[in-house]
């Protein structure tokens, strides 16, 4: 059976549950300074979500996991222009 692909799915969605918490872990320890609040992290992800560069909870543009770049506020989109 192949893989499903799934087009606007976070890893949050995907049924890779050892991947996410990786990634889960990962955006926990960043360091307070580095982290996106709460709020500005949630509605990254929610541009994210809509984008058609999204697939399996990664970016076909830069090829990055969208929970692990939106989590830092240093990094933008890398969609021209940037969508956030």
Do not use: H
């Not at 709020?39 to 990664?58: F, I, K, P, Q």
């Amino acid at each position: 059976m192949s893989e499903r692909i799934c087009r606007r799915c976070l890893l949050r969605d995907v049924q890779d549950a050892a991947l996410y918490q990786t990634i889960r872990d990962y955006v926990e320890n960043l360091p307070a300074e580095q982290k996106a609040d709460a709020e500005v992290y949630e509605s990254r992800l929610r541009v994210c979500r809509a984008c058609d560069s999204l697939t399996n909870g990664m970016c076909a543009l830069c090829g990055c996991f969208v929970e692990a770049r939106a989590a830092k506020k240093a990094l933008y989109c890398p969609k021209v222009p940037a969508m956030w």
